[in-house]
């Protein structure tokens, strides 16, 4: 295992420790202090070279997991929402000077990840069905080719947590080789401690043995938000998980974050949204964001670091939601409904280099 101390990152000062201590409502201030320090640092910098977010799979998903809360006393309400998971490739200068590639959510959903809530789901969905509901669209290999790059070029993976990830054939076990023979993974030091050993309502979402045989020697864990490069930073955001990463990139319009901490740009600001049963939850109690809380490891810690992300991110130029551009975001499909006003989906700006 390397430790972040040990590597070219630089810890962020404004976003040092956890937002834990004083009254919860302090702890919410603290958090807007904190997003508006680091938002004011960050977009100094410059935009990273290149960033390209594509679409892999759809997931059903419970709505009432996707916007916790507000469908509790509705009568009448979507039982399954669309999640897409999206990958994106991103290339920025390191603090030495070095081009790096990232993938961040390279979802390696071909090799079957076997996690129990979806397989129990799959389970009791008839088979001519599954493809209808659950399309994939393409693989991480394919977004690879499509841009030209080749796999010993990848230098970092991460995913804002590890539910449903199997990093087997990317990163090798003790059978194979790893298809990104260079990379290494980025992951909070809590995320990479909790699939080591996990509670029933923690195991229902990640993938079985999903690291195992891994050489440690290919993880780098961080506990502080970290600055990565230029334009580019991971910033420690509990709540979905207790070691939920957000990333956040410049952009040459902004700052752009992303997490599965909420699951659509209405999560953010639920007080906008066109959707009745968000807009009146959300002014019926004040709430400022809508949890993404399938697992809810912590509920309070969770709300705080939406208002963290949001903070960071910013109004989005376009929408004018905050610009926290979920990672898992919630999708229309013919088949379901989606609660959505304003998607953000797949983008691309700058210029890759090869
Ligand atoms: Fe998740």
């Known amino acids: ?21 004083g009254k919860p409502q302090e702890r919410v201030a603290e958090a807007r202090r904190r997003g508006r ?6 977009l100094e910098q410059s935009p990273v070279f290149y960033a390209r977010r594509r679409n892999l799979l759809r997931i059903p998903y419970p709505s009432i997991y996707a916007f916790l809360g507000v469908y509790a006393q509705r009568y009448r309400k979507p039982y399954m929402v669309h999640l897409m998971a999206s990958m994106s490739i991103i290339q920025f200068v390191d603090l ?6 990232l993938l961040f959510n390279p979802h ?10 979806f397989r129990r789901l799959a389970n009791r969905t008839p088979k001519f069905l599954i493809g209808a509901i659950a399309p994939s669209y393409s693989t991480v ?6 841009v030209g790059l080749r796999p010993e070029q990848i230098d970092y993976i991460t995913y804002d947590h590890l539910h449903t990830q199997n990093l087997r054939r990317w990163l090798g076990d003790e059978t194979r080789k790893a298809v990104f023979p260079n990379a290494r993974l980025l992951v909070h030091e809590e995320e990479w401690k909790s699939v080591q050993g996990l509670l029933p309502i923690q195991a229902d979402w990640y993938c079985p043995a999903g690291t195992e045989g891994v050489s440690e020697s290919k993880i780098i ?8 490069g230029q334009g580019i930073a991971l910033v420690h955001s509990p709540g979905h998980t207790a070691g939920n990463h957000s990333l ?18 209405d999560s953010y600001a639920p007080e906008k949204s066109r959707h009745g049963a968000i807009r009146k939850y959300a002014l019926e109690t004040g709430m400022e964001v809508i949890l993404n809380g399938n697992t809810q490891e912590s509920s309070t810690n969770q709300y705080v670091s939406m208002i963290l992300e949001k903070e960071i991110a910013g109004a989005d130029s376009v929408s004018g939601f905050p610009n926290v551009r979920p990672s898992s975001e919630c999708t229309p499909y013919w088949m379901f409904p989606a609660p959505v006003s304003h998607l953000f989906g797949a983008d691309e700006f700058g210029t890759i280099r090869l």
């Open 1 to 21: 295992m390397i430790t972040a101390e040990k590597t070219s990152f630089a810890v962020i000062p404004a976003l040092r420790g956890l937002i834990d201590t």
């Open 108 to 117: 390696d959903y071909e090799t079957g990840s076997d996690t129990p809530f």
């Open 37 to 42: 320090a680091f938002r004011q640092s960050f």
């Open 141 to 146: 290999l394919k977004e690879l080719d499509a």
């Open 96 to 101: 030495q000077g070095e081009l790096r590639t």
């Open 221 to 228: 864990t961080f506990v502080d938000s970290m600055l990565l």
């Open 248 to 265: 956040v990139v410049r952009s040459p319009d902004g700052i752009r974050v992303s997490s599965e901490n909420g699951v659509a740009a």
